[in-house]
Structures are given as structure tokens and as C-alpha cells.
């Protein structure tokens, strides 16, 4: 039973005028083998490079000079400076892909990296995305997406200039459902509490980590259809007031506080709290992202634009929703036991 498919009417969704997302080259594109994945020891990272591996890609993991980070048999590692250029297309000569998956906080500081990438003449750059649809006008204006917006910019210049030698795919996914889930910010299990954004029966869209990995991992493996394009990644289409539903039957029905706040309050919330901010991080950002998910004509729905089915990828149903929501509660911080 799938429970998420009644898709909505999304036409309030726009595509700004910021250039053709349109690939280049006229040869066929070869096939993608060996992948750099930049932050590959993070929530994302993780599944992503065992998603990678078990698809039988060669995975090289980039790793801060002085990061702790360990990678699993197979991966091969290489400490960069992520500030210097040759220090980056040294690490990136070779590489058919690049994957970045570094942490939110760095989202801004991608300018080198992806230089590096052009310059060593890697063919697919997939940037540091991963959330709301950066496509949309009034998404791209929230302070909490500045660095990927400049990133974005930057990379789709950058690929237009290599007429084709580099391509770029950018993934959004909206909210990493299970990490918001194991983190308390979708809904609190633990605490069993629910905060409803304008009542809780819009729809939105989210995403599993592993399912955006393997998301990733069908990209590659189809160059020439992902190329110099947005790809929307929808792993669940559902209400807040279902995923409270699911989570009753995970969490028993009894105790819940459940509360309401409008997206307006929520918007002004998270702008007092960015004008206060000396930095990224904080509550500040989780309710800009938790607004652009809720509020009306902000995306938040990927209904109608989503791309699972040329990925070959099928939402979750109601018994798997419930599934992740068990390991949840369990607040288990290696994701999916991997
Ligand atoms: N849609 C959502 O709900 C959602 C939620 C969270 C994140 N995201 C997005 O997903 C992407 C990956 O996020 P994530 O949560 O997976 O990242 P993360 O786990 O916080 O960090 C990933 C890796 O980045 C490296 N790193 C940490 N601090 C760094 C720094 N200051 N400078 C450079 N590298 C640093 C570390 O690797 P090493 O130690 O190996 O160097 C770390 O393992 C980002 O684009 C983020 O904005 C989306």
C-alpha cells in the first residue's frame, strides 16, 4: 500500500531564470568508474560509499588533514587541504566524480573544491546539495542556503565554461527523514512530541540517507540522463499528521504533546535567530529548513517533479516508514547499522 502517492498539483513550483540546465557535449559520455567523495565519514557520506561500493565503484575519500574519520576496507584515503588548489586537484587527478557530502556548516566553502575538479578534469561534479530545491526562487533567497546558492552558481558557470569536459547533477531531497527522526527535529519519539506547521495536513517530501545514496548511485551510473540537470529525490510524500499517525504505532498513542505554530512564526523565528547568529548552526537553521519544508509555495512538496522513476527508485511505504522509525527510537548513531 502506498500510502504517499496522491500527488498534488505543484504549479505554484518555478524553475528561475538563471541559465539552460543543459548538457554540453555531443559525444557520448563514458561510463563513470572511479569516485572522490568529499566527507565521507558523515551522516551522508557513510551510506553513500557503501552504496557506492556494493555498486562495484572504485571509492577514493577525501579527509581533512587532521580529521579522525576512518573508511571501510576498500576505500581508498586521501587527506587534503581543502583550502589549496593543488593540494585538491592532486587528490582529485584521475576521478571520474566527485561527490561532496561535507558538513552543512562548510556548504559555503566548496569554491576550491570544485575549481580543483575542473581543473583535474573530473566529468561529473555532484555539489554539497542535498536538501531543499535550490531551484526555487524563493528557497534560493533564505539566508540558511547562501553557500550552496553561491556554490550552485559557481559550479554551473564553471561546467558551461568546460563546454562539456566537467558536468555537474544537483540532488535535492528536502529533510533526511530517519536523521531528523533520530535527532528529535520531524518528531520527537522520544520526548513524544510534535510540533504541526499551518495544522500538519500539507504534504511534503523527504528522504532515507540510504535512499539518497542509492539515489546518488543510480546518478552515476546514468551520465548522460543526469547531466548538467536538477535531480528531485523523493522518498516519502506524506503529512505530518501521517508521520505522527506512524509514529503512535511505533511509540504507543498515549502522552503525546503535540503543538502548532504557524509558518510565518516560524520564518520569523529563524531570522531573528540568524540575525542574532555569529555563525552557521544552531535552531536558527533548523527553522528556515523546517519552514521551506512546511509553508505554502516553498517546495516543500516535490510532487509531480520528482525523478524516482528514472533512477529506477520507488518510494517508501507505510510498513518501511514505520521500519525506520523503529531503528529511531532505538537512537542508534551508526546509520543503518553500517
Ligand atoms: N536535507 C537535510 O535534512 C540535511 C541534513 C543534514 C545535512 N544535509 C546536507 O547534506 C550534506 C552532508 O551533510 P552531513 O550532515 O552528512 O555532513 P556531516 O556528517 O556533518 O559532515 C560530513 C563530513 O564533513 C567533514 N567535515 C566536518 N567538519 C568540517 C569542516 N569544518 N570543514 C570541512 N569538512 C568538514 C568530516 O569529514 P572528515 O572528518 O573525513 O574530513 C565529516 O565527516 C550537506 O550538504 C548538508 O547541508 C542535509
Same mark, same amino acid.
Given at each position: 500500500m502506498k500510502i504517499f502517492k496522491q500527488y498534488l498539483d505543484n504549479a505554484s513550483i518555478e524553475t528561475p531564470k538563471v541559465g539552460k540546465l543543459k548538457n554540453h557535449t555531443t559525444t557520448p559520455m563514458p561510463p563513470i568508474t572511479t569516485i572522490a567523495v568529499a566527507g565521507a565519514s558523515g551522516a551522508l557520506g557513510t551510506p553513500l560509499v557503501h552504496a557506492l561500493l556494493a555498486a562495484n565503484f572504485q571509492v577514493t575519500a577525501l579527509t581533512r588533514l587532521d580529521s579522525q574519520s576512518t573508511h571501510p576496507p576498500g576505500v581508498k584515503v586521501a587527506r587534503v587541504d581543502y583550502t589549496s588548489h593543488s593540494s585538491l586537484s592532486a587528490a582529485l587527478t584521475g576521478h571520474d566524480a566527485l561527490v561532496v557530502t561535507l558538513t552543512p556548516s562548510a556548504s559555503g566553502d566548496q569554491d576550491p573544491i570544485m575549481r580543483a575538479? !575542473?581543473?583535474?578534469?573530473?566529468?561529473?561534479? !555532484?555539489?554539497?546539495? %542535498?536538501?531543499?530545491?535550490?531551484?526555487?526562487?524563493?528557497?534560493?533567497?533564505?539566508?540558511? %542556503?547562501?553557500?550552496?546558492?553561491? *556554490?550552485? #552558481?559557481?559550479?554551473?558557470?564553471?561546467?558551461?565554461?568546460?563546454? /562539456?569536459? *566537467?558536468? %555537474? *547533477?544537483?540532488? %535535492?531531497n528536502n529533510l533526511f527523514l530517519d536523521w531528523g527522526i533520530e535527532l528529535g527535529l520531524a518528531i520527537d519519539l522520544a520526548g513524544k512530541k510534535m510540533e504541526f506547521v499551518d495544522g500538519g495536513e500539507r504534504y511534503f517530501t523527504a528522504a532515507p540517507l540510504e535512499f539518497i545514496a542509492r539515489g546518488v548511485v543510480a546518478i552515476l551510473q546514468r551520465p548522460e540522463e543526469t547531466a548538467d540537470r536538477a535531480i528531485r529525490l523523493s522518498g516519502v510524500r506524506m503529512t505530518q499528521k501521517q508521520l505522527l499517525?506512524?509514529?503512535?504505532?511505533?511509540? /504507543?498513542?498515549? /502522552? +503525546?504533546?503535540? #503543538?502548532?505554530?504557524?509558518?510565518?512564526?516560524?520564518?520569523? $523565528?529563524?531570522?531573528?535567530?540568524? $540575525? $542574532?547568529? *555569529?555563525?552557521?548552526?544552531?535552531? +536558527?537553521v533548523f527553522d528556515l529548513v523546517k519552514f521551506t519544508l512546511h509553508a505554502d509555495g516553498y517546495a516543500g512538496d516535490f510532487a509531480g517533479k520528482e525523478d524516482n522513476e528514472l533512477l529506477g527508485l520507488e518510494e517508501l511505504d507505510e510498513e518501511e516508514v514505520e521500519e525506520m522509525m523503529r531503528r529511531g527510537v532505538s537512537f542508534n548513531t551508526s546509520y543503518y547499522g553500517l
Open positions: 575538479a !575542473i581543473a583535474a578534469g573530473v566529468y561529473r561534479i !555532484i555539489p554539497s546539495e %542535498f536538501g531543499g530545491d535550490m531551484l526555487h526562487p524563493r528557497v534560493r533567497t533564505l539566508p540558511v %542556503f547562501k553557500g550552496k546558492r553561491d *556554490t550552485q #552558481t559557481l559550479v554551473r558557470r564553471l561546467c558551461a565554461e568546460s563546454r /562539456g569536459t *566537467t558536468t %555537474f *547533477t544537483l540532488v %535535492f499517525r506512524i509514529a503512535k504505532k511505533v511509540v /504507543g498513542e498515549e /502522552g +503525546w504533546t503535540v #503543538t502548532h505554530i504557524e509558518s510565518e512564526e516560524l520564518k520569523r $523565528r529563524g531570522y531573528e535567530g540568524y $540575525r $542574532r547568529s *555569529t555563525s552557521f548552526g544552531g535552531s +536558527w
